[in-house]
């Protein structure tokens, strides 16, 4: 399995050329379909946002086998998240955990509208995501006079990428291990819907 330095820049530029290949001449990947009948080993798990705007696969450029994907709405971090990211690092060796957010998500906008207008009507599972985000946002809403509300939206959006990435770091004995070894690296990345850009930015190794 490749290291984690290796598996950012190979989703960095995959990422380059998704923004290079209009999208009418974006390769399929039949031909791979048999060779994943012996087995997968994915080279990167991405924690992501369900959005259906952000497909991780198409975002960076990969095919069939070569990303363990797990998408929740909000890009939260509960024990099924946790287990599927353990199962990936260990059932195939995968060193590389990226968890991945999106400008304009709908489960941060939707945190920052209840701490503002509390809704009792609200749905007890889609209150779960909510309150998941919560204790992330709430700080940042408290400074929303002085900040401003793009600010604070663009704000809690990495703030809560972040809170899932060390959720992952230091949540899980099986993680935190794998980390300390030095064979899994967590990083934070934001994935920009007008321009199709993803921006590493936490916890990238210092020579990156």
């Known amino acids: 399995m490749i290291d ?8 960095k530029e995959g990422n380059k050329r998704f923004l290079s290949t209009p999208r009418e001449h974006r390769p399929r990947n039949e031909e791979r379909f048999s060779k994943m009948l012996e087995g997968q080993e994915p080279f990167a798990i991405i924690l992501g946002c369900s959005d259906s705007r952000v ?9 069939l086998g070569d990303l363990f994907v797990i998408r929740v709405a909000g890009n939260v971090v509960a024990r099924s998240q946790v287990g599927s ?22 489960a941060v906008k939707a945190t920052i509208n209840e ?11 889609l209150a779960s995501i909510v309150d998941r985000i919560r204790p992330v946002v709430e700080p940042l809403v408290e400074l929303e006079d002085k900040i401003g509300k793009d600010q604070l939206f663009s704000s809690s959006i990495r703030a809560n990428i972040r809170a899932s ?3 992952l770091r230091h949540g899980s004995e099986i993680l935190e291990n794998l980390i300390d070894r030095g064979d899994l690296l967590v990083v934070g990345a934001e994935y920009c819907l007008r321009t199709g850009t993803v921006d590493f930015f936490d916890g990238m190794p210092d020579q990156e």
């Open 4 to 11: 984690p330095i290796e598996a950012i820049q190979r989703l």
């Open 55 to 63: 497909p991780a696969e198409i975002v960076f450029d990969q095919g």
């Open 85 to 106: 990211v353990e199962f990936a690092a260990e059932a195939f060796g995968t060193r590389l955990v990226v968890v991945m957010g999106h400008t304009d998500c709908g």
């Open 115 to 125: 701490l503002h207008r509390p809704n009792k009507e609200r749905s007890p599972n």
């Open 165 to 167: 990435a060390n959720q």
